[in-house]
């Protein structure tokens, strides 16, 4: 499956980008690119939408942690929202869910607790 990534505005201004298909080694450097634009234009607020996730593996983890740690330098959050099956269970193996899990209905993703 193609891996895509693909921006969107939610209500209140948040930047969110909508990851589908697998996040891996070669596919890792588009989903930080898409993150460093978004940065760049002065975003500190990432949500990335995992629904459409089929597969991550440590590169993908990887770049999750490297964009959370770019926007943090700067006061922001990135937080994920929708992972099912493998890809959020890799987000609980790998202590993730709790760093960076938000709740679709929480308005606060800074303060979001974990799944």
Known sequence: MTFTVTFAQRDGGDACLRLAGELDMSTAPQLNDAIDRLVAEGRRHLLLDLSELTFCDSTGIAAFVRGDNRVATDGGWL?????????????????????????????????????
């Open 79 to 115: 937080r994920v929202i929708g992972a099912t099956g493998r890809v959020a269970r890799v987000l609980e193996v790998t202590g993730l869910a709790d760093l960076l899990w938000h709740e679709a209905d929480s308005p606060d993703p800074a303060s979001s607790p974990g799944p």
